[in-house]
């Protein structure tokens, strides 16, 4: 019994040290549709982040509407920073690819997280199942391309980045990038990095083989909650931001403003808080203008499974368990908007808030969704 349990223990910490990443940065061709925001001028100072904060969280009003003049058409040749990982000692057998999107707040290192040594790793957990992963930073943060705040960096434009990353990869046409043709593609997302895998099946459903929608819910009630707890302010004020963000990126205020959108009391580690804190990542005003205009309905014709914390607070109000009598969970009331999905399963992870992969139990949500995708043959 003993030696078993040290085998099994030097087996995990094999398992989660034999990996293979290349970092890259892929040139993608975008054209979108975006909105045209003139109606509200972007945000110069502190005081007219939280003026625009006042607007967007006030009750009965559409900031978006408010704030729209009309539509058209943005196009480039953008910049998308990635990075490829794959097991050690793969040969050129079949895997799945997983495509991992990450929220606001942060950037791609939210599925890599490198703090306590890769304990919390997501990316860790997929290799250790025979996945294969691809992380990007959205278009617009991090280390790919950045843009106007307002009318250029929006939930339209990032989508149609995602859908051409995703055609590129599945047709091999990604030069020099070590990425190995996949057999199928999982499409992962966090927060607004599910809205985008939402939209995304939405508008291309043929371009994903299934999806997995983490801190996710069809529920915008709660979307106040996360603006004015957010408290945001100027990212290009932030003195630990070594970046050319201009005005009308947002980072949250402070370390407090980041555990209440994020993080839940008692099941988190205090230093790791600390840490997303050090690494925050913006939003723009023109993704929180349209983070809401998503498709009301999803052809999509895969597995999608819904993983959220309990006590999740922009799409679940804090408790996702509160319907009323409506559905099982929040999320669950989703499965309306899947017609179509050979399968649809939403789970709620205890003991989590929204940032489901900085808790003391993230490997247990990990676990759940590699089940899902295994019983699904994915
Ligand atoms: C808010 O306005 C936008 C733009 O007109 C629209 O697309 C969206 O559906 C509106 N949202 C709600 C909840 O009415
Ligand atoms: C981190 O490692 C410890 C044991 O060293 C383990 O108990 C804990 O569950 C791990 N946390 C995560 C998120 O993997
Ligand atoms: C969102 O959730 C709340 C709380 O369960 C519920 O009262 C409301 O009807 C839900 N809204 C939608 C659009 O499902
Ligand atoms: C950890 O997560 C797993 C999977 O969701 C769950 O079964 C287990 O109860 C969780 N443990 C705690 C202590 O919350």
């Given at each position: 019994m003993h030696v078993s349990r040290i085998g099994l223990v030097a087996i995990t910490a094999g398992v989660a040290s034999a990996k293979t990443c290349y970092d890259m940065t892929v040139q993608v061709p975008v054209t979108a549709r975006n909105g045209?925001?003139?109606?509200i001028s972007t945000p110069q100072t502190n005081i007219d982040a939280t003026a625009f904060a006042l607007h967007a969280s006030?009750?009965?009003?559409?900031v978006t509407a408010d704030a729209l003049s009309g539509y058209a058409t943005v196009s480039g040749l953008y910049d998308i920073s990635a990075q490829y990982c794959m097991p050690d000692n793969v040969g050129d057998n079949a895997h799945v690819l997983q495509i991992l999107t990450h929220g606001m707040g942060?950037?791609?290192?939210y599925w890599d997280l490198p703090y306590e040594n890769h304990n919390y790793s997501y990316v860790d957990h997929a290799l250790s199942r025979g996945y294969h992963t691809l992380a990007y930073d959205r278009l617009g943060l991090g280390k790919s391309s950045h843009g106007?705040?307002?009318?250029?960096?929006q939930s339209f434009l990032e989508l149609e980045a995602l859908a051409q990353l995703t055609r590129m990869v599945r047709e091999g046409?990604?030069?020099?990038?070590c990425i190995k043709q996949p057999s199928k593609i999982v499409h992962v997302g966090h927060s607004f990095g599910s809205a985008q895998t939402y939209g995304l099946t939405a508008k291309?459903?043929?371009?994903?083989?299934g999806i997995i929608l983490t801190g996710?819910?069809?529920?915008?009630?709660?979307m106040g909650m996360f603006i004015s707890g957010a408290n945001f302010q100027q990212a290009?004020?932030?003195?630990?931001?070594?970046s050319d963000y201009s005005a009308g990126y947002f980072t949250s205020g402070d370390i407090g403003n980041n555990m209440y959108l994020y993080f839940a009391p008692g099941h988190f580690d205090i230093d790791l808080l600390a840490f997303a804190e050090a690494t925050k990542q913006p939003s723009t005003i023109g993704e929180l203008l349209t983070?809401?205009?998503?498709?009301?309905?999803n052809k999509f014709a895969g597995p999608v499974y819904i993983i959220n914390g309990?006590?999740?607070?922009?799409?679940?109000?804090?408790?996702?368990?509160?319907?009323g009598g409506t559905s099982e969970s929040i999320p669950a009331a989703?499965?309306?908007?899947?017609?179509?999905?050979?399968a649809f399963s939403a789970y709620i992870q205890p003991?989590?808030?929204?940032?489901?992969?900085?808790?003391?139990n993230a490997t247990g949500a990990y676990q759940q969704i590699h089940d899902f995708l295994g019983t699904h043959g994915l």
């Open positions: 045209v925001f003139d109606k006030t009750q009965a009003v559409n942060f950037d791609k290192s106007d705040a307002k009318n250029e960096i046409s990604i030069s020099d990038s291309y459903p043929d371009l994903s083989d996710f819910s069809m529920n915008a009630s709660f290009r004020f932030n003195k630990r931001q070594e983070v809401a205009s998503m498709a009301p309905l309990d006590k999740d607070i922009p799409f679940c109000g804090g408790d996702c368990f509160a319907t989703a499965k309306a908007v899947f017609p179509s999905a050979s003991n989590t808030g929204h940032g489901i992969n900085l808790h003391h």
